[in-house]
């Protein structure tokens, strides 16, 4: 199911979020420290993939046939592919700010920054359910400028600010290195201005971990990759996780193998609406399979 929603996602998605999280596997000798990576799909699902290295190669299989713009953040692992495919790399607003609060305690300058960026995120929240053009209408009117002041400032800072190595000089910098990929927002109003929900997945794992500690093989760790993609796609879509997959368990054997898209969480409200309710209450038994949905 998580290749056939893969897939999917592939040909309809605007544009995937992603990002990484570290998982320690265990070895003989001493656990690796691999990397579980998170593709944010908005409105179709969530996929999770192991990898015992978190390098451009790892990163690259991660986008390997997506042709749309990739919302990350700005780590240098995900530079290779864009250099290969020449597709859009759109950047995050969050992981900016972040630099900058990190960098108020020791320079109150920073604060500067940190207030414009909120006014970017309370000018998104205005925006939320416009159309995707309004949306991109409203960005270039209302979001260009504060863009524009807060590179100034940047660029005022850094030319006069005095910043030596400080965490401030740092921030800043990242916001001149990143400010093509932070502009993007600007031309696609279908892109959201921050990496956050791809961040909210990843956390499921970051916190998991604090209890299942390591993971015991590279095997487990790609079985449990497929089952929490349909785990986290199945919360996407407001759907009752052990419900859910004791009805996909129930279905599952009989269920032709060319169809298996449409027991997808994105799909599977409108498939269970067309299975027989007294068959799938049954534990065992025939399961009549409904005709393919035109």
Same mark, same amino acid.
């Given at each position: ?15 995937? !979020? ?5 998982? /320690?596997?265990?070895?003989?000798? #001493? ?15 969530? /996929? ?16 390997? *046939? ?7 953040? *700005? ?52 925006? /939320? ?31 006069? *600010?005095? /910043? ?6 740092? !921030? ?7 400010? +093509? ?17 791809? #961040? ?17 093989? #590279? ?22 996780? +052990? ?29 269970? +609406? ?10 065992? *038994? ?9």
């Amino acid at each position: 199911r998580d290749r056939a929603m893969e897939a999917y996602a592939n040909q309809m998605a605007p544009y995937p !979020a992603i990002d990484a999280t570290g998982a /320690l596997l265990q070895q003989r000798e #001493e656990c690796l420290r691999g990397h579980v990576w998170v593709r944010y799909v908005e409105s179709t699902c969530v /996929l999770i993939s192991f990898s015992r290295r978190h390098d451009s190669e790892a990163a690259g299989a991660q986008l390997d *046939g997506w042709i749309c713009p990739t919302l990350a953040d *700005g780590a240098q692992v995900y530079d290779r592919k864009q250099d290969e495919t020449g597709n859009a790399r759109c950047g995050c607003w969050s992981h900016a700010r972040r630099r900058l609060v990190f960098a108020a305690p020791t320079d109150a300058r920073a604060l500067v920054g940190v207030k414009l960026i909120n006014d970017l995120f309370a000018i998104e929240r205005t925006l /939320l359910d416009c159309s995707t053009d309004h949306r991109l209408l409203e960005r270039r009117r209302r979001s260009a400028k504060v863009v524009a002041d807060l590179f100034a400032w940047r660029d005022d800072l850094l030319t006069r *600010g005095n /910043l030596g190595r400080s965490l401030l000089a740092k !921030a800043l910098r990242y916001l001149r290195n990143q400010a +093509e990929r932070l502009n993007y927002f600007l031309s696609d109003g279908r892109v959201p201005i921050h990496n956050n929900l791809a #961040e909210l997945q990843a956390r499921h794992l970051a916190v998991g971990r604090k209890n299942w500690l390591f993971l015991g093989s #590279e095997a487990a760790a790609n079985a449990g990759s497929v089952w929490l993609s349909l785990i986290l796609s199945a919360r996407m879509h407001d759907l009752g996780v +052990e419900d859910y997959l004791r009805d996909l368990f129930r279905v599952l054997p009989a269920w032709p193998k060319r169809r298996l898209l449409e027991l997808a969480p994105h799909n599977w409200k409108r498939t269970i +609406e067309r299975l027989d309710p007294l068959q799938m209450c049954r534990e065992l *038994g025939p399961i009549t399979i409904p005709p393919l949905d035109s």
